[in-house]
């Protein structure tokens, strides 16, 4: 149970062009997921908290328009880097907060190269 | 502020041994809770273990304890009998009750690795 999918894995794409990463939760309805950054052997970076039918909370320092946040439902919120440049390579990871468990659990993580 | 340490960049562990992990946090919230993640090369971050700020004992999941110490504010990790395939990134993360986000605040990190 507690399953978290990711779309795609990974993904390479030109400068200038818009990416959308799906995050689903399989086995498990969440109201809440989140949207985190994370550059090589640091930690994660919480970017935004996705809530179902209602605009994303972004985290100080992070573009909305650069990084646009849907959750159309109660299991998938999908996250569009806009106008992609070089310095959005990155692992962006999301993770979805099941209600039973109160716990975070993770999707596999989409790595994003921008050439 | 809230704040969640890691002070231990990297670790290595003998096969078949035990190893502790370290975490303090610091939180003014009565009410939270403590987590740790491994998060392997291949990058997916998999949950071990949960304490409940409240809660009266040490968690347990399998080979994975979490040796809670409130008033020291420490939620170390404990893997005994180590394995190879426990060498990855250990992450600990802390979510506060009365923030009502729900959102977790992460170490730094920890890199271990087994050795055989």
């Known amino acids: 149970g507690a399953v978290v999918s990711q779309h795609p894995s990974r993904v390479i794409c030109k400068s200038g062009t818009s990416v959308k990463i799906e995050c689903r939760s399989l086995d498990f309805q969440a109201t809440t997921m989140f949207w985190y950054r994370q550059f090589p052997k640091q930690s994660l970076m919480l970017m935004a908290t996705s809530n179902e039918g209602s605009k994303a909370t972004y985290e100080q320092g992070v573009e909305k328009d650069k990084f646009l946040i849907n959750h159309a439902s109660l299991t998938l919120s999908t996250l569009t880097v806009t106008s992609a440049h070089p310095e959005d390579s990155s692992f962006y990871i999301c993770?979805?907060?099941?209600?039973?468990?109160?716990?975070?659990?993770f999707g596999p993580g989409t790595r994003l190269t921008v050439l | 502020a809230q704040k969640i340490t890691q002070t231990q960049p990297g670790m290595f562990v003998q096969e078949k041994e035990a190893v502790t992990l370290d975490c303090t946090y610091d939180t003014s919230d009565p009410s939270y809770g403590l987590f740790w993640y491994k998060q392997p090369s291949s990058g997916e971050m998999i949950f071990l273990i949960y304490q409940g700020s409240y809660d009266q004992q040490n968690a347990t999941e399998g080979r994975y304890s979490l040796n809670f110490q409130k008033a020291r504010k420490s939620a170390n990790l404990v893997i005994s009998a180590s394995q190879l395939g426990d060498s990855a990134m250990y992450f600990c993360a802390m979510r506060e009750a009365y923030s009502g986000t729900y959102k977790y605040i992460f170490g730094t990190g920890t890199r271990l690795k087994v050795l055989a």
């Open positions: 993770s979805a907060r099941s209600i039973s468990t109160d716990t975070q659990y």
